[in-house]
């Protein structure tokens, strides 16, 4: 693996003061965990979706659908 950059050692820092968290959030940035596409409504839901959808996550907020 490449060492990260001066930017983004210096961006954990700012952000994390245990450098614990800051390996962790480098490798999260630097080796990102693949996602399903997503759907922003911004207008009101169909009573049917035309989509397969996952269960929403607890942080997701209610006019996003994950798919499947």
């Known amino acids: 693996m490449e060492s990260p950059s001066n ?3 210096k961006l954990s ?3 994390f003061a245990d450098t614990a968290a800051q ?3 480098i490798h999260a ?3 990102p965990q693949p996602f399903n596409p997503a ?3 911004v207008q009101p839901k169909p009573t049917k979706n035309p989509f397969d959808i996952e269960i929403p996550v607890s942080w997701q ?3 996003v ?3 499947a």
């Open 7 to 9: 930017l983004l050692l």
């Open 61 to 63: 907020p209610p006019f």
């Open 29 to 31: 940035v630097t080796n």
């Open 39 to 41: 759907i922003l409504w």
């Open 23 to 25: 390996e962790k959030f």
């Open 65 to 67: 659908d994950r798919l």
């Open 13 to 15: 820092r700012s952000l």
